[in-house]
């Protein structure tokens, strides 16, 4: 028999099934058990230790083999690779760029540097990312075929691209959304930043789009103290995201010649030696996840007016994060919730304020947000680090 819906069950149900008496327990903590500490020794010994080194290039190995996607530039953040992966592609001033409005803001940030402008869509709740049947009627309406394109009828601007996030390390549901792209010649992006270790159809995710980023901030399954890196299976992309990461730069031995306005984006050798010892833990830290993952689903099976998100069908997930859903009767409740577990030390949080209520992107394009904006009311994250899953 199922009970009835009370907070104070939800918040115990939480309690149980996280370690007692250990403090606070926060969202997601990086863990560095491995050789972290060898290969920065090994880095400092060296005097490599900025922005070049054979700890890049090997960390950039190890991310194409393990993606499966043949080419990795490593960079200082997940915005920046965002940003090259978007400049690239041949996003311009001007452009318009399909994005979830429920996802982090840099996804749209990056869209911004490049005087682009980011037109907002709907999530749907079984892959908490792009919903594309409803993106498709809404393109159906929206959208008027152009010379190696579409137009936004209203706006009079061309809609140049999608950026696919999958939320929470999910895997968008690709095959239908590709068929929305290909119709409407639409270039496909992955902000994969949340999403390494997660697969679609047994292909990683990422390897989708023209090009994809990750992210390797302290809060991401693996982590480099900042990083980020740009995947993709052009090589000439890949060529140019490298050499725009590097100022543009010539390589010569001792001239500086540059040959285009480029930036300083290059991942510096010290970061990437992390980023080496991380990827030797990456399986381990997934088996962890979606360990906890399944703790958290168990642990909710019997509760009522909430669920824990499960992966789909075709996706095979890291869990970045943990996702406790509630019934939208109950989202009213969801602060009540949240304090109680933050009075107990744990850190739970909702999700991002949907972009386009933000003050800067208020007067984007968007569509009907209506399934971003239950999912926003009723999204709670629980507290995901690898450690809690029993590494
Ligand atoms: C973390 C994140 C980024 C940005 O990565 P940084 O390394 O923090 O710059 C971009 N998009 C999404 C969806 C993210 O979660």
Redesign the pocket.
């Given at each position: 028999m199922k009970s009835t819906f009370d907070t104070a069950c939800i918040i115990q149900t939480i309690i149980n099934l996280l370690p007692q008496n250990q403090g606070i327990i926060a969202l997601h903590e990086p863990g560095f058990r491995g050789n972290e500490r060898l290969y920065i020794e090994e880095c400092l010994q060296s005097t490599w230790v900025s922005s070049s080194g054979p700890c890049v290039n090997r960390f950039e190995q190890q991310l194409a083999e393990y993606t499966g996607i043949k080419y990795a530039a490593a960079v200082v953040?997940?915005?920046?690779a965002?940003h090259l992966a978007l400049h690239v592609t041949g996003i311009t001033r001007g452009d318009e760029v399909l994005l979830p409005a429920l996802?982090?803001i840099?996804?749209a940030n990056a869209v911004s540097y490049l005087g682009a402008v980011p037109h907002f869509a709907d999530s749907e709740e079984r892959t908490l990312g792009l919903d594309p049947a409803k993106l498709d009627r809404y393109l159906a309406r929206i959208a008027a075929p152009g010379p190696g394109g579409c137009w936004n009828k209203k706006s009079g601007r061309p809609i140049k691209a999608v950026v696919a996030?999958h939320t929470f390390g999910h895997p968008v549901d690709m095959d239908p959304l590709l068929d929305v792209c290909r119709r409407y010649k639409l270039i496909l992006i992955e902000?994969a930043?949340?999403s390494l270790g997660s697969f679609y159809k047994n292909r990683h995710t990422g390897s989708w789009g023209r090009a994809a980023?990750l992210?390797?901030?302290g809060n991401?399954i693996i982590s480099t103290g900042?990083?980020?890196a740009i995947l993709t299976q052009d090589e000439i992309l890949f060529q140019r995201a490298r050499h725009l990461s590097t100022q543009a730069r010539i390589p010569h031995k001792w001239s500086f010649v540059h040959d285009a306005v480029a930036y300083n984006y290059r991942m510096p050798n010290i970061n990437a030696a992390l980023g080496c010892a991380q990827m030797e833990q990456l399986p381990g830290f997934i088996k962890s996840k979606r360990n906890l993952a399944h703790r958290y689903q168990e642990a909710f099976a019997e509760v009522d007016g909430a669920i824990v998100f499960k992966e789909s069908q075709n996706a095979c997930s890291n869990y970045w994060l943990n996702t406790l859903l509630l019934n939208e009767e109950h989202s009213h409740q969801r602060d009540i919730i949240m304090e109680g577990l933050h009075q107990q030390g744990i850190l739970v949080r909702p999700t991002w304020t949907l972009l386009h209520k933000l003050p800067m992107y208020r007067e984007c394009p968007h569509m009907d947000l209506s399934g971003a904006e239950s999912l926003e009311r009723r999204i709670i994250n629980l507290p995901s680090s690898a450690y809690l899953g029993g590494a």
């Open positions: 953040n997940g915005t920046a965002l996802t982090f840099a996804t996030m902000d930043a949340q980023v992210s390797f901030n991401k900042g990083g980020g």
